[in-house]
């Protein structure tokens, strides 16, 4: 059984801070995305990284693939309430079957 | 395009009741499937399809029923509601290197 291990679990901080998360495993997966999921809504796609050592840059948030795609981190630069909500990863670990294994997430709240 | 719908929005059952969860796909997915999220338990998934007329079992299917007749439904049956079914159910959509979720119901079993 693939697991993906996210921490910290809670993390609560004044806007304008930098924040990491990560997203670990024991297991190889073709593909990593992260979702960010609002109170009440269903998850967003915020980006998906396939190549071992792939940075992306989406605004304030940056997206790292562990070069031995076993793991990812997430960071936002100078937090803002809006950043506000549950950040899930997810692995993919290919095949046709199209299963990805979920983290629990991280819970972020950035305080005005 | 409105992705994944998803209906109804809210839901209360007593035990022992039934009811189909919809949903619905316009991006030509063949992928499709349910998951339940429950506090501290994460995103569970129940079952799921890859393509019309296939269906299989996720990590907790167990009191549900799934059929797949075209590519854009794929509905979830609850046969007879228990408590412990009650939860935020969510359908998603996949693509190659994404997948989309719909608006979730809530649903209440008393």
């Known amino acids: 059984t693939q697991l993906l291990e996210q921490s910290p679990q809670f993390l609560s901080i004044q806007e304008g801070e930098n924040l990491t998360v990560y997203c670990n495993s024991s297991s190889v997966f073709s593909s990593l995305q992260w979702y960010r999921q609002e109170p009440g809504e269903g998850p967003v796609l915020l980006v998906t990284?396939?190549?071992?050592?792939e940075v992306k840059k989406l605004k304030r948030l940056t997206f790292q693939f562990g070069d031995a795609r076993k793991d990812s981190s997430l960071h936002i630069t100078a937090a803002q309430p809006g950043d506000t909500g549950l950040y899930l990863c997810?692995?993919?670990?290919?095949?046709?079957?199209?299963?990805?294994?979920f983290g629990k997430g991280t819970l972020l709240t950035v305080n005005p | 395009n409105a992705g994944v719908t998803q209906t109804p929005k809210f839901q209360v059952l007593k035990t022992g009741q039934s009811m189909t969860l919809q949903c619905a796909q316009d991006?030509?997915?063949?992928?499709m499937s349910w998951y339940r999220q429950d506090p501290g338990m994460g995103l569970r998934l129940i079952h799921y399809?890859?393509?019309?007329?296939?269906?299989d079992q996720g990590e907790v299917p167990n009191g549900y029923n799934v059929s797949r007749s075209t590519t854009e439904d794929f509905p979830l049956r609850l046969l007879s509601a228990a408590p412990s079914q009650t939860s935020v159910y969510f359908c998603?959509?996949?693509?190659?290197?994404?997948?989309?979720f719909g608006p979730g119901t809530r649903l209440t079993v008393t």
């Open positions: 990284v396939v190549t071992g050592g």
């Open positions: 997810a692995g993919d670990s290919g095949g046709s079957n199209y299963k990805l294994t």
């Open positions: 991006m030509n997915h063949e992928y």
């Open positions: 399809s890859v393509g019309a007329g296939i269906t």
């Open positions: 998603a959509s996949r693509g190659i290197y994404e997948q989309y």
